[in-house]
């Protein structure tokens, strides 16, 4: 049995269903994430695994045990907020102990773990201070420890790094990363960024307008996306999808494999280019230089749009014309429905 | 205000300082009064060697501490009481909100709204009745209620100021209701507490239609005494302003310190 | 989450307030339909609307809707014309400007009482009231302001009581402002005259609409003042509905006639109050 269970979660506001039917097993020590544009549901699921709402359907069990109607208060979990959520009445030492004195802990008990906790998160010389006198990253660094200091169950994070900088938080995930390793801790991260998904998570929980896209390890789901929304939520820039009938020299290079009222998909690394006449002709629209990586954005046959990467320099501009080169094992099939054509794949 | 002329910042702070201290001189000429002796009042002198003798003849005549201390009596208590009622239904109306939570808000304010002279009558013949004309009770039940819907609203503001996260991770954190209360919105709410309360203090202080009509000799309150003073016999202007100086000094100077939530509880939040 | 919690918490507030709103009430609607002197307490006959029709046909009683409306107009034009000046004049810093701002909320405080004797003799006394004083260093005749002008008299004492009110809330409404509205259509080529008119006065709209309201309904039952100052008199001349209301029931003794005046009142406070509830019900969420 996994060690949190969801079974047919259903979560309706009013006559809105936002949660249309999750089931989810996920094991102890893991690291996952719930990923997915706003309004999917992500926040929401954390949150009724939390018991900070009550599902309209569906059963929770966390490590055998039904919590489906269990107070929040009583379920185990701890959960670092998107704003922190800190006391602001209390000292860090207070914040991060507040849970343990309402378990009515031993007072040396609770010094003991609160200090190592800070010392872990390098808030020992904070301890005395308060919230309003701390930094957007101590304050998140607090957040983490009072969630640290319970041993909880499980951890919850609901979109932690959202309010830092972009240095900051590039930081704090690797600070993230570091913890899971120490603690072992089952963990279960809401974020929209999909860099964070893809660099913290064991396994990733794509989510889409209250349902699962598909869940399985980050690579698993840049490599082999169930559906055309995973292919291009996952991967940045975008992944390239056209029209199977857009580009004739597709049918060309795909051969049979094409579906003939679907699409193809080729992630921009797979698209080359190269001197005017080496492969489909196309105008460059657009050069983005990142310094590590260059993005060509060009348009090829009737009007239609390619992202090329590379990690070369270039000197191409604007009006230039190019020949474009697919590398057609990447290829990537969609039906009209969206869904991943594996065997047309595997029969390559 | 770049189309001004160099000179307005100065034009400005002349008129500002002018014009307050205009509006205020009455008060400022009501201090000094009361360090006068009765001549030194009618002569109405600027300057003159200040005296306390005002403030003992008003005592001796007038029984002032005794006024003072009804007035005292009646505010604390109905004040008091009123936080008693007002917390528990702010509270609940706060956290525990339902579809009909603004409609009985909207209902609480409007029965501040209707005149007080609407309900002299009856509540004066309730009084005359019941033997309780004249009588601190019954003053301390009418400032209650009067000022009930005010307390539930300012309450209600300030309990519905706690972040809801927070309450959040207190409940995740192990919190029983109580300890919910104790621990996260009592801290955080003591300040807007703490001015409800000195607002209500402040409109039982000087509340005067209800200590006019329903008190007498024996439960009267400071607005009643120096309403006395209305048509009084011999000199009294020293005597006159020392009774409103120490009446009204406290009050203003709680004033002071209470500005923003007077603003919200007197229009009933609807100026932010 | 049980019910009973919650509105066992709410009773005893909605419990009191409402008997307090319907007690008064009801009695005074079946007093305003019998016969009821305080001085011959026990004989309570049914009068029907006899009660209404000799409280109309008063000789005080129109005078005294005109003096309430009357002192309601001036006191709010006053109040708040007088009070956005101030409000715009205090709103930008300047040296002493938390001084200024204590200064000119403090009339507000003074009990009513005190408020009225203040000005009734320290101030408007012809002969050694400090105004007299002023007209005297100009050489004019002092004025006997509460035999002369008695409801102008009220309204001075009205206006300078609920100025800092008005100012209050202007100033609060004020530094809601957005300045980088301010900013671009200074930028857009408006000048100060133009920044007020189109900007700054919409938005004190909301709240000069709060501020009449509340004074409207504050005001349509001013009492303490008329009652220490000038008692409603000259004859009439400074009587309101309100103290009108008061001299038959407590001064005539005749409850049943104040009873059909208080609902009279009652029923006025209620139009007004309606308009507020509207607006403050806008804001509530």
Same mark, same amino acid.
């Given at each position: 049995?996994?060690?949190?269970?969801?079974?047919?979660?259903?979560?309706?506001?009013?006559?809105?269903?936002?949660?249309?039917?999750?089931?989810?097993?996920?094991?102890?020590?893991?690291?996952?994430?719930?990923?997915?544009?706003?309004?999917?549901?992500?926040?929401?699921?954390?949150?009724?695994? *939390?018991?900070?709402?009550?599902?309209?359907?569906?059963?929770?069990?966390?490590?055998?045990?039904?919590?489906?109607?269990?107070?929040?208060?009583?379920?185990?979990?701890?959960?670092?907020?998107?704003?922190?959520?800190?006391?602001?009445?209390?000292?860090?030492?207070?914040?991060?102990?507040?849970?343990?004195?309402? *378990?009515?802990?031993?007072?040396?008990?609770?010094?003991?773990?609160?200090?190592?906790?800070?010392?872990?998160?390098?808030?020992?010389?904070?301890?005395?201070?308060?919230?309003?006198?701390?930094?957007?990253?101590?304050?998140?660094?607090?957040?983490?420890?009072?969630?640290?200091?319970?041993?909880?169950?499980?951890?919850?994070?609901?979109?932690?790094?959202?309010?830092?900088?972009?240095?900051?938080?590039?930081?704090?995930?690797?600070?993230?990363?570091?913890?899971?390793?120490?603690?072992?801790?089952?963990?279960?991260?809401?974020?929209?960024?999909?860099?964070?998904?893809?660099?913290?998570?064991?396994?990733?929980?794509?989510?889409?307008?209250?349902?699962?896209?598909?869940?399985?390890?980050?690579?698993?789901?840049?490599?082999?996306?169930?559906?055309?929304?995973?292919?291009?939520?996952?991967?940045?820039?975008?992944?390239?999808?056209?029209?199977?009938?857009?580009?004739?020299?597709?049918?060309?290079?795909?051969? *049979?494999?094409?579906?003939?009222?679907?699409?193809?998909?080729?992630?921009?690394?797979?698209?080359?280019?190269?001197?005017?006449?080496?492969?489909?002709?196309?105008?460059?629209?657009?050069?983005?230089?990142?310094?590590?990586?260059?993005?060509?954005?060009?348009?090829?046959?009737?009007?239609?749009?390619?992202?090329?990467?590379?990690?070369?320099?270039?000197?191409?501009?604007?009006?230039?014309?190019?020949?474009?080169?697919?590398?057609?094992?990447?290829?990537?099939?969609?039906?009209?429905?969206?869904?991943?054509?594996?065997?047309?794949?595997?029969?390559? | 205000?770049?189309?001004?002329?160099?000179?307005?910042?100065?034009?400005?702070?002349?008129?500002?300082?002018?014009?307050?201290?205009?509006?205020?001189?009455?008060?400022?000429?009501?201090?000094? #009064?009361?360090?006068? #002796?009765?001549?030194?009042?009618?002569?109405?002198?600027?300057?003159?060697?200040?005296?306390?003798?005002?403030?003992?003849?008003?005592?001796?005549?007038?029984?002032?501490?005794?006024?003072?201390?009804?007035?005292?009596?009646?505010?604390?208590?109905?004040?008091?009481?009123?936080?008693?009622?007002?917390?528990?239904?702010?509270?609940?109306?706060?956290?525990?909100? #339902?579809?009909?939570?603004?409609?009985?808000?909207?209902?609480?304010?409007?029965?501040?709204?209707?005149?007080?002279?609407?309900?002299?009558?009856?509540?004066?013949?309730?009084?005359?009745? #019941?033997?309780?004309?004249?009588?601190?009770?019954?003053?301390?039940?009418?400032?209650?209620?009067?000022?009930?819907?005010?307390?539930?609203?300012?309450?209600?503001?300030?309990?519905?100021?706690?972040?809801?996260?927070?309450?959040?991770?207190?409940?995740?954190?192990?919190?029983?209701?109580?300890?919910?209360?104790?621990?996260?919105?009592?801290?955080?709410?003591?300040?807007?507490?703490?001015?409800?309360?000195?607002?209500?203090?402040?409109?039982?202080?000087?509340?005067?239609?209800?200590?006019?009509?329903?008190?007498?000799?024996?439960?009267?309150?400071?607005?009643?005494?120096?309403?006395?003073?209305?048509?009084?016999?011999?000199?009294?202007?020293?005597?006159?302003?020392?009774?409103?100086?120490?009446?009204?000094?406290?009050?203003?100077?709680?004033?002071?310190?209470?500005?923003?939530?007077?603003?919200?509880?007197?229009?009933?939040?609807?100026?932010? | 989450?049980?019910?009973?919690?919650?509105?066992?918490?709410?009773?005893?507030?909605?419990?009191? %307030?409402? %008997?307090?709103?319907?007690?008064?009430?009801?009695?005074?609607?079946?007093?305003? @339909?019998?016969?009821?002197?305080?001085?011959?307490?026990?004989?309570?006959?049914?009068?029907?609307?006899?009660?209404?029709?000799?409280?109309?046909?008063?000789?005080?009683?129109?005078?005294?809707?005109?003096?309430?409306?009357?002192?309601?107009?001036?006191?709010?034009?006053?109040?708040?014309?007088?009070?956005?000046?101030?409000?715009?004049?205090?709103?930008?810093?300047?040296?002493?400007?938390?001084?200024?701002?204590? @200064?000119?909320?403090?009339?507000?405080?003074?009990?009513?009482?005190?408020?009225?004797?203040?000005?009734?003799?320290?101030?408007?006394?012809?002969?050694?009231?400090?105004?007299?004083?002023?007209?005297?260093?100009?050489?004019?005749?002092?004025?006997?302001?509460?035999?002369?002008?008695?409801?102008?008299?009220?309204?001075?004492?009205?206006?300078?009581?609920?100025?800092?009110?008005?100012?209050?809330?202007?100033?609060?409404?004020?530094?809601?402002?957005?300045?980088?509205?301010?900013?671009?259509?200074?930028?857009?080529?408006?000048?100060?005259?133009?920044?007020?008119?189109?900007?700054?006065?919409?938005?004190?709209?909301?709240?000069?609409?709060?501020?009449?309201?509340?004074?409207?309904?504050?005001?349509?039952?001013?009492?303490?003042?008329?009652?220490?100052?000038?008692?409603?008199?000259?004859?009439?001349?400074?009587?309101?509905?309100?103290?009108?209301?008061?001299?038959?029931? @407590?001064?005539?003794?005749?409850?049943?006639?104040?009873?059909?005046?208080?609902?009279?009142?009652?029923?006025?406070?209620?139009?007004?109050?309606?308009?507020?509830?509207?607006?403050?019900?806008?804001?509530?969420?």
């Amino acid at each position: 049995m996994a060690f949190l269970q969801l079974k047919g979660i259903v979560k309706e506001f009013g006559p809105v269903r936002t949660i249309k039917g999750i089931d989810l097993e996920i094991n102890k020590g893991e690291f996952i994430v719930f990923v997915g544009p706003s309004g999917c549901g992500k926040s929401t699921l954390l949150r009724l695994i *939390a018991g900070l709402e009550s599902t309209t359907a569906g059963s929770l069990s966390l490590d055998g045990r039904d919590i489906t109607d269990v107070p929040s208060s009583k379920r185990d979990l701890a959960m670092v907020f998107q704003s922190y959520a800190l006391y602001p009445h209390m000292t860090v030492f207070d914040n991060m102990s507040f849970a343990l004195k309402l *378990a009515k802990v031993d007072v040396a008990v609770r010094k003991e773990k609160v200090e190592r906790a800070a010392k872990i998160l390098n808030l020992t010389q904070y301890l005395q201070r308060t919230p309003k006198e701390l930094s957007g990253g101590q304050r998140q660094r607090v957040a983490i420890g009072r969630a640290i200091v319970r041993a909880p169950k499980v951890f919850l994070f609901d979109e932690p790094l959202s309010n830092l900088d972009a240095a900051l938080r590039g930081q704090t995930r690797v600070e993230i990363a570091n913890l899971h390793r120490d603690l072992g801790a089952t963990t279960i991260y809401v974020t929209h960024d999909q860099i964070e998904a893809m660099t913290l998570a064991d396994r990733v929980v794509v989510l889409r307008d209250g349902l699962i896209e598909q869940v399985g390890a980050p690579l698993e789901l840049y490599d082999r996306p169930a559906n055309q929304f995973v292919a291009q939520f996952i991967g940045t820039p975008q992944m390239n999808v056209l029209p199977a009938a857009a580009l004739p020299e597709l049918t060309r290079i795909a051969g *049979a494999r094409l579906p003939a009222d679907g699409s193809v998909g080729v992630r921009p690394e797979f698209v080359r280019i190269g001197r005017a006449g080496e492969g489909i002709a196309g105008k460059v629209e657009l050069v983005e230089s990142l310094g590590s990586d260059t993005l060509i954005h060009t348009r090829v046959g009737a009007n239609v749009p390619l992202i090329s990467r590379q990690s070369d320099r270039t000197t191409l501009k604007l009006g230039d014309t190019v020949g474009v080169q697919i590398d057609p094992a990447a290829l990537l099939y969609f039906d009209k429905q969206g869904r991943a054509l594996r065997d047309m794949q595997q029969a390559a | 205000m770049s189309s001004k002329p160099v000179a307005f910042p100065y034009v400005r702070t002349f008129f500002a300082w002018a014009i307050s201290l205009l509006l205020f001189f009455p008060l400022f000429w009501l201090g000094i #009064t009361s360090f006068k #002796t009765e001549s030194q009042a009618i002569a109405g002198d600027l300057f003159f060697s200040p005296t306390l003798e005002s403030f003992v003849e008003v005592q001796a005549r007038s029984d002032y501490l005794h006024y003072a201390w009804n007035s005292l009596v009646t505010s604390v208590v109905s004040t008091i009481l009123g936080l008693l009622i007002a917390a528990p239904a702010a509270y609940s109306m706060a956290f525990f909100r #339902t579809k009909k939570t603004r409609d009985i808000l909207m209902w609480m304010l409007s029965t501040k709204m209707m005149p007080a002279v609407g309900a002299l009558v009856p509540v004066y013949v309730m009084a005359q009745t #019941t033997g309780m004309l004249d009588s601190i009770p019954a003053l301390v039940i009418v400032f209650t209620l009067s000022n009930l819907p005010i307390m539930v609203w300012m309450l209600y503001s300030a309990f519905k100021e706690v972040p809801n996260d927070i309450l959040e991770a207190v409940r995740l954190d192990g919190a029983t209701v109580w300890d919910e209360f104790r621990h996260a919105i009592l801290p955080l709410t003591m300040g807007g507490i703490a001015s409800t309360g000195l607002l209500c203090l402040v409109l039982s202080w000087n509340e005067a239609f209800w200590s006019l009509n329903l008190t007498a000799a024996h439960a009267g309150t400071l607005a009643a005494l120096i309403a006395q003073y209305s048509s009084p016999e011999g000199l009294f202007w020293a005597k006159l302003s020392a009774a409103s100086l120490l009446a009204i000094a406290p009050i203003i100077v709680f004033g002071w310190f209470s500005q923003k939530q007077l603003v919200q509880g007197l229009t009933f939040g609807a100026v932010k | 989450m049980s019910r009973f919690l919650p509105r066992a918490l709410m009773a005893p507030a909605i419990g009191t %307030l409402f %008997l307090w709103m319907i007690v008064p009430l009801v009695l005074t609607i079946w007093f305003s @339909l019998i016969h009821y002197d305080l001085n011959q307490p026990g004989e309570h006959a049914f009068t029907g609307l006899e009660n209404f029709r000799y409280f109309i046909t008063d000789p005080d009683f129109w005078p005294s809707v005109l003096h309430t409306i009357e002192l309601l107009g001036s006191v709010i034009v006053v109040t708040v014309v007088f009070g956005v000046g101030l409000a715009l004049l205090v709103n930008e810093p300047f040296p002493g400007q938390g001084i200024v701002r204590v @200064l000119l909320i403090s009339p507000f405080f003074v009990m009513p009482t005190v408020n009225a004797l203040l000005w009734k003799h320290m101030m408007m006394n012809p002969v050694y009231g400090v105004l007299g004083h002023v007209w005297k260093f100009f050489g004019a005749t002092p004025i006997d302001w509460m035999t002369d002008l008695p409801l102008i008299s009220v309204i001075v004492i009205l206006s300078w009581q609920w100025l800092p009110f008005a100012c209050l809330i202007f100033i609060t409404s004020l530094q809601s402002l957005d300045r980088e509205q301010m900013e671009a259509a200074r930028m857009d080529g408006a000048n100060a005259l133009h920044q007020f008119w189109y900007l700054t006065l919409p938005h004190l709209g909301r709240s000069i609409a709060v501020v009449v309201m509340i004074e409207m309904i504050f005001l349509m039952s001013v009492f303490a003042e008329i009652f220490t100052t000038t008692s409603g008199g000259p004859g009439n001349e400074s009587t309101n509905l309100s103290f009108l209301i008061y001299k038959q029931a @407590l001064m005539s003794f005749d409850v049943g006639v104040a009873s059909a005046g208080a609902l009279f009142a009652v029923v006025l406070a209620n139009i007004a109050a309606v308009f507020l509830i509207r607006m403050v019900g806008k804001n509530l969420d």
